[in-house]
């Protein structure tokens, strides 16, 4: 009896894979998409100094001058924030850690 399950369920088996099946198509064309870059923006609050939040730029950012430093910093206080930074998601979260890390106010990362 055994047997003769077995041979019915490999009839049935054998019925389903008799029709022919189609595999998907693949497409030729590969679409490269960059990585988002994101924004490290600094907001203005009630006790940082002129001089601290442009030294933590100078300190933290990355070819940061003290003159475009200085702009940011009034950008922050004249505007209520300044991104101060654009790239990868990786050094963004790096950039943004250590300023907060020295007492900015700052904005969560978003994509640029």
């Known amino acids: 009896m055994v047997i003769e399950t077995n041979v019915g369920i490999l009839a049935s088996i054998q ?3 008799s029709s022919p099946t189609l595999a998907p198509t693949r497409s030729s064309q590969t679409v490269n998409q960059p990585y988002p870059n994101y924004k490290v923006i600094v907001l203005d609050d009630d006790f940082n100094t002129f001089q601290h939040v442009a030294n933590c730029l100078m300190k933290y950012i990355p070819g940061m001058s003290s003159d475009l430093a200085w702009e940011l910093t009034n ?5 209520g924030q300044a991104t101060v930074w654009v790239g990868p998601q990786e050094q963004a979260e790096l950039y943004h850690q250590q300023l907060s890390r020295e007492g900015l106010t700052m904005a969560p990362l978003e994509k640029a």
């Open 15 to 17: 019925g389903m894979t």
């Open 75 to 79: 950008q922050v206080h004249y505007e």
